[in-house]
């Protein structure tokens, strides 16, 4: 049930290609095993000019991509750093940025706390 938010900073002109989304979703299935039509992504271009950092960031050439990632339980630590490194890598080349400029979280275990289609996920 991995469900995945990512927002890429946009550089001026830039247009995202169309199948981001679909190479983003294969890509994190392949990497948290998820059968098919189990792993949901929602892509959000950001304009450069609605992102910031303070002290006047970021640097030139710096678009980040900031990925929230649900899953019903979170792997453990051991897991989770093999998996971040792969999806920061895959997030990196589909979207044509530097693996430095990816930043991912995860949110709380999903369990008891979201529903598909009505049906509380308990498992």
């Not at 995945?4 to 983003?24: F, H, K, S």
């Not at 271009?45 to 899953?71: C, K, M, R, S, W």
Request: glycine share 8%; net charge negative; hydrophobic share 40%.
């Amino acid at each position: 049930m991995p469900v995945l938010d990512i927002d890429v900073i946009t550089r001026p002109g830039e247009m995202l290609p169309e199948n981001l989304a679909n190479d983003l979703a294969n890509a994190a299935a392949d990497i948290f095993a998820s059968p098919p039509g189990q792993t949901w992504v929602k892509l959000r271009p950001l304009p450069h000019t609605q992102y910031a950092e303070n002290g006047g960031g970021p640097p030139d050439g710096v678009f980040p991509v900031f990925v929230t990632i649900l899953q019903a339980h979170r792997p453990p630590r051991e897991q989770l750093t093999a998996e971040v490194t792969q999806l920061c890598q895959r997030v990196a080349a589909a979207c044509r940025r530097s693996p430095e400029h990816v930043h991912i979280l995860y949110l709380p275990d999903g369990v008891g706390r979201i529903a598909f289609g009505g049906k509380l996920v308990t498992t």
